[in-house]
């Protein structure tokens, strides 16, 4: 049995958000990062902004480690893609995105991703299980610890070789597909389904349209 949060749709559709999808992997005990046991390695985007002569517009990216980058440079990535006057959108991905994301910023190098995800209450939509039951993350292999049966955890060398992380490529492609669709079950949940004109209905034909036109947004 799953918990609605009510209080997700009460706070009204917004044509302007941004949806947010992570990758986390499973590792060992001397690669954790904050918050938890598990590691960040990439972070799929979806904007959404109003248009004149389309109503709304959508564009997506994403970034994911490669050999040599750390959990910071992801965040940096993402620092600049989220602007004050709009909503973020997230679901689960193995606990709560902003939480997560809270605890691995640095308030001076990222004050925008800090900001956002302290305010669940107003701008970050951070939908439960309850809302996304039906949504379903990539399955990605977790890091293995390369430090051996002896080394203590303050001495494991917590490396993250390349070659072990999930590939990248395919990885940002199923990030933006997981933005894509958690803005989708957000959004849905505004429809009045009599109601043609309702924005929410206008901006999913809108996303149906450019996906058909996007053949990497799917």
């Known amino acids: 049995m799953y918990l609605i949060d ?3 749709g009460q706070r009204g ?9 992570v990758r986390t992997i499973a590792c060992c005990p001397g690669a954790c990062h904050r918050p938890d046991g598990r590691l960040l390695v ?6 959404v902004t109003p248009n004149a002569e389309y109503g709304v517009a959508f564009a997506a990216g994403a970034r994911c480690l490669h050999d040599g980058d750390t959990v910071g440079q992801l965040l ?10 709009q909503a973020c959108i997230s679901w689960h991905n193995w606990g709560s995105v902003p939480f997560r994301l809270r605890a691995l910023a640095d308030p001076s190098r ?10 669940t209450g107003n701008r970050w939509r951070d939908m439960p299980r309850g809302h ?8 990605a292999c977790h890091l293995p610890c390369l430090c051996g049966p002896n080394a203590r955890i303050d001495e494991c060398d917590s490396s993250t070789p390349a070659f072990l992380l999930p590939d990248p490529i395919t990885t940002a492609s199923e990030l933006i597909g997981e933005a894509v669709a958690g803005w989708q ?14 924005p929410a209905q206008a901006a999913l ?6 996906r058909a036109d996007e053949p990497n947004a799917s």
């Open 185 to 198: 079950a957000w959004a849905r949940g505004f429809c009045n389904f009599d109601d043609a004109d309702h």
């Open 205 to 210: 034909r809108a996303l149906d349209a450019w």
């Open 6 to 8: 009510v209080s997700v």
């Open 42 to 47: 990439g972070i799929g985007v979806l904007t």
């Open 76 to 85: 940096d990535w993402l620092e600049p893609q989220l602007s004050a006057d």
């Open 110 to 119: 990222h004050p925008q991703i800090v900001a956002a995800a302290k305010d």
């Open 132 to 139: 996304t039951w039906f949504l379903r993350q990539a399955r």
């Open 13 to 21: 559709f917004m044509p302007a958000a941004t949806a947010l999808a």
